[in-house]
T-cell receptor, first 115, second 114 residues
Framework: KAGVTQTPRYLIKTRGQQVTLSCSPI?????VSWYQQTPGQGLQFLFE???????NKGNFPGRFSGRQFSNSRSEMNVSTLELGDSALYLC??????????????FGSGTRLTVV | GDSVTQMEGPVTLSEEAFLTINCTYT??????LFWYVQYPGEGLQLLLK???ADDKGSNKGFEATYRKETTSFHLEKGSVQVSDSAVYFC?????????????WGLGTSLGVNP
């Protein structure tokens, strides 16, 4: 079966712009979680969506937002980009939530560079 | 809050050497513990997991045992291969019900030389 697909793979944006990243989960998976990965901070949880509802949220500013569609595909949006937003953004899908022993299936990520 | 601490890398070994990557955690409850691996240019993959104390997770020759008394989940492999070169992440699940999320270590880079 197809894995988790993230698009685009690479993105370069200018400070102040906004960006939208897309994630298509594994067919049948209803939970999509987003993480930011940087060398200094490691992996940090952004938010989780389940059945089109945000179920959990990390400690990121309101410039970071997301949504999930009825087909479980998810998008995250970052507005008013800052240099510090440069990172690898990872999406993970799971049947009903990534913890409790089941784990996630991750996409390959979108590498965002803000200049 | 809960946290995960991994040994710093990079770790460089020769093929067939023994591998240990240390992971300790701080948690108020009884989390599940995971090891994920990230190969160059790829997303993270679940390597193994353990859901309760004394459980041993194993996969592809890697093992880790959930030690509640030492709050540890060290990753081991008896004989590494060049193909094991990757970044390894230890993680725990935090919260309950719909508020669960993963807390991650910073990752340990492993390089294996032929």
């Amino acid at each position: 079966k197809a894995g988790v697909t993230q698009t685009p793979r690479y993105l370069i944006k200018t400070r102040g712009q906004q960006v939208t990243l897309s994630c298509s989960p594994i067919s049948g998976h209803r939970s999509v979680s987003w993480y930011q990965q940087t060398p200094g901070q490691g992996l940090q949880f952004l938010f989780e969506y389940f059945s089109e509802t945000q179920r959990n949220k990390g400690n990121f500013p309101g410039r970071f937002s997301g949504r999930q569609f009825s087909n479980s595909r998810s998008e995250m949006n970052v507005s008013t980009l800052e240099l510090g937003d440069s990172a690898l953004y990872l999406c993970a899908s799971s049947l009903a939530g990534g913890t409790g022993g089941y784990g996630y299936t991750f996409g390959s990520g979108t590498r965002l560079t803000v200049v | 809050g809960d946290s995960v601490t991994q040994m710093e890398g990079p770790v460089t070994l020769s093929e067939e050497a023994f591998l240990t990557i240390n992971c300790t955690y701080t948690a108020t409850g009884y989390p599940s513990l995971f090891w994920y691996v990230q190969y160059p240019g790829e997303g993270l993959q679940l390597l193994l997991k353990a859901t309760k104390a004394d459980d041993k997770g194993s996969n592809k020759g890697f093992e880790a045992t959930y030690r509640k008394e030492t709050t540890s989940f060290h990753l081991e492999k008896g004989s590494v291969q060049v193909s094991d070169s990757a970044v390894y992440f230890c993680a725990l699940s935090e919260g309950a019900g719909n508020n669960r999320k993963l807390i991650w270590g910073l990752g340990t880079s492993l390089g294996v030389n032929p």
